[in-house]
């Protein structure tokens, strides 16, 4: 990719990420305020988009549901151990969050037909360990949702312990609540 390529997609990405989170109807008050925390740490870093931000970084995610919407499909997290959601750090050649969530749950789920919906369900922001065992960040993470299609067949990547379906009322008891929250979003999206 050259150096021309690259400024091109890193502005785009960043002008998507400004863009999407600028427009998006928060559901209530508490994600208003984050979707305006995102908006000034955009606003403070223009390469805020990129893992390098240490300080802090937007990441994608997409909560991937079964065509009957009933079931989410979770992946055990290895340096987490917790079973979350698809999703990680943008990359250079992501031209949109939804993009880069999309992305993601290909990778980590193996399912390559997928239907992401365009606009984000919610936003979560939480402290990780990034970048090695003594340095935290924050990830302002951007949830998209993500329904399979009917004969999906998922398959274990090398970014996961495990992978499986739980039923919405019926998610494993290492999980954190900002999954179960996006469950329950997506639930009530999906009808």
Not at 148 to 163: G, M, N, Q, R, V
Not at 170 to 179: H, N, Q
Request: glycine share 6%.
């Amino acid at each position: 990719m050259t150096s021309s390529a690259t400024t091109t997609s890193s502005a785009s990405l960043y002008d998507d990420a400004r863009r999407v989170l600028a427009n998006w109807r928060a559901p209530d008050a508490a994600q208003a305020r984050l979707r305006d925390a995102y908006l000034a740490h955009l606003d403070t870093f223009a390469d805020g988009v990129w893992r390098s931000r240490t300080e802090g970084h937007i990441t994608a995610s997409a909560l991937v549901v079964d065509p009957s919407r009933r079931r989410v499909l979770l992946t055990l997290h290895p340096k987490v151990g917790l079973w979350l959601q698809t999703g990680g750090h943008c990359e250079e050649a992501d031209a949109t969050l939804a993009g880069a969530a999309l992305r993601e749950a290909v990778e980590e789920s193996g399912i390559a037909d997928l239907t992401l919906r365009p606009e984000p369900v919610w936003l979560d922001r939480h402290d990780v360990r990034c970048g090695g065992p003594d340095r935290w960040s924050v990830h302002y993470d951007v949830e998209f949702v993500a329904v399979a299609a009917p004969d999906a067949t998922a398959h274990i990547s090398e970014e996961s312990l495990d992978l499986r379906w739980f039923d919405y009322d019926a998610l494993p008891g290492k999980t954190d609540d900002a999954v179960r929250t996006l469950v329950r979003r997506a639930a009530a999206l999906l009808g």
